[in-house]
Nanobody, 125 residues
Framework: QVQLVESGGGLVQAGGSLRLSCAAS????????MAWFRQAPGKEREFVGATTKTGTSSRYADSVKGRFTISTDNAKSTLYLQMNSLKPEDTAVYYCATRLIYSGLTSLVRAYDYWGQGTQVTVSS
């Protein structure tokens, strides 16, 4: 089993920044994929970005490219999402997820094995 716990969400004005953290514990691996997704009210969960466990390769959704950055700290078993130039349309619950076996930086929700409980990000205009 793997446990993922997100933190760092909150309320921020448009144009501001937030950094989300996702602490992993339990049966973690050095390989595989870690990702961030988000879900706004009434919408499906959508891909934000993903990275290899080593952080050597990343992929982002077009809607956040150039504004969001994913990074990892393997010593702390923690995944981060730095969000800059936030927009009201970024408002959502943000989830981290992990896929234990690497098979590319997939954006498919069903490809991920474990999920955190989510953290709310609200961007006011």
């Amino acid at each position: 089993q793997v446990q993922l716990v997100e933190s760092g969400g909150g309320l921020v004005q448009a144009g501001g920044s937030l950094r989300l953290s996702c602490a992993a514990s339990g049966r973690t691996f050095s390989t595989g994929t870690m990702a961030w997704f988000r879900q706004a009210p009434g919408k499906e969960r959508e891909f934000v970005g993903a990275t290899t466990k080593t952080g050597t390769s990343s992929r982002y959704a077009d809607s956040v490219k150039g504004r969001f950055t994913i990074s990892t700290d393997n010593a702390k078993s923690t995944l981060y999402l730095q969000m800059n130039s936030l927009k009201p349309e970024d408002t959502a619950v943000y989830y981290c997820a992990t896929r234990l076996i690497y098979s590319g930086l997939t954006s498919l929700v069903r490809a991920y094995d474990y999920w955190g409980q989510g953290t709310q990000v609200t961007v006011s205009s």
